[in-house]
């Protein structure tokens, strides 16, 4: 059985590459969600086995999602993902709990490192 991914980006776009990159692979996209406030409902119907999370959206951006999220289930695995990264912004996510961090635009390598950074 696959390894479930839940998508966070307000881009539809980001949601139909990572399919993409995640053909023949272990993973696949079990949710797709636009907002934080979307992704904090939809874990807990999911409980996805790793979700990436874009930073930068409308409402509760992906920071305070993730927080929200790890804050129920500390066991949550959460990669973070930006086009816009700072070490402030960084670190802020190393300190909340989250497993990592992919820069956009991903790759396929990058991208699947990450996925098994995070389950081990």
Do not use: W
């Amino acid at each position: 059985m696959k390894k479930q991914l839940m998508v966070v980006d307000d881009s539809r776009v980001m949601e139909l590459q990572i399919c993409k990159l995640l053909e023949n692979s272990e993973y696949e996209v079990a949710a797709y969600c636009e907002n934080g406030e979307e992704a904090i409902e939809r874990y807990e119907e999911v409980r996805p086995d790793v979700v990436t999370m874009d930073i930068i959206m409308p409402g509760i951006d992906g920071l305070e999602a993730a927080q929200a999220i790890l804050e129920k289930h500390p066991d949550a695995r959460i990669i973070m993902v930006s086009s816009l990264a700072y070490d402030d912004t960084i670190n802020e996510a190393d300190a909340i709990g989250t497993k990592g961090f992919l820069y956009k635009p991903i790759d396929r390598e990058s991208l699947l490192s990450a996925l098994e950074k995070a389950m081990a």
